[in-house]
């Protein structure tokens, strides 16, 4: 019963850093698409932005499926996707419509992602 609970626990987190690990290994194999990805949303040094964006995704989500420090990969991605989403995912400025629909479904859906990565270093913390 306890390996089943264990196996279980390890499928959900993999399925909630499952975005982040194809995220990071897309842009780690296209690393020119990464870059442009971080320079089209206007943030500065787009090159170090696109590396450490690559470094967070691959590196926090390995914590969080190791078990080792996993409420600090928890954290950390809990704050990448807030950010992430605010940069992206900004709705209010569209027009109403389904481009703004979409957006604002995508932006509300990354809110229980960072909300579920805080479940996850609360209760990671809590278990130590």
Known sequence: MALRKDILLWLG????????????LNKLLDF????AEAA????????????ATILLELGASLLIL?????????????AFTLAATLIANRYW???PG???FMTANAFHEHLGL????????LWSRQRS
């Open 13 to 24: 987190l993999l399925g909630l850093c499952a975005a982040y690990l194809q995220g990071g």
């Open 32 to 35: 020119p698409g990464a870059v």
């Open 40 to 51: 089209h949303f206007g943030l500065p040094l787009p090159t170090l932005v696109a590396a």
């Open 66 to 78: 190791t078990g080792r420090l996993r409420w600090a990969g928890a954290l950390a991605l809990a």
């Open 93 to 95: 400025e569209l027009p």
């Open 98 to 100: 389904q481009e703004r």
């Open 114 to 121: 960072a909300g579920a990565f805080l479940l996850v270093a």
